[in-house]
């Protein structure tokens, strides 16, 4: 199980320094002109089959909140609790099997 978790955190560590390089330098502006380009809309939709309680006036403060949480921080965090939560699972089930094995 430590040589799992220790694979873990070296795939982890390597994914986080790619998702900042990435997100520095393409990321974050083609996420941002997604939410400018398809929010309307999405957020239209939305409003018409009453899955969100807001009206069409609210839509352009609803993009900018969301253009407000596209931030390193929130990509990171998704990608360090993904694989953190997966490879605890995965390394306690691979290390179950070979004790059992034994």
Not at 7 to 20: A, E, H
Not at 48 to 75: L, M, N, R, Y
Request: proline share 2%; glycine share 4%.
């Amino acid at each position: 199980m430590q040589a799992g978790l220790k694979f873990i955190l070296l795939v982890i560590l390597i994914l986080c320094v790619f998702q900042v390089i990435f997100f520095q330098t393409d990321f974050k502006d083609f996420k941002i002109n997604f939410i400018k380009s398809q929010g309307p809309l999405k957020l239209k939709e939305a409003i018409q089959q009453g899955q969100i309680k807001a009206s069409e006036s609210d839509i352009p403060k609803i993009i900018e909140q969301d253009i407000a949480q596209v931030t390193i921080f929130a990509e990171i965090t998704a990608i360090l609790f993904k694989y953190i939560a997966y490879g605890l699972f995965s390394s306690f089930i691979s290390a179950v099997f070979l004790k059992r094995n034994r």
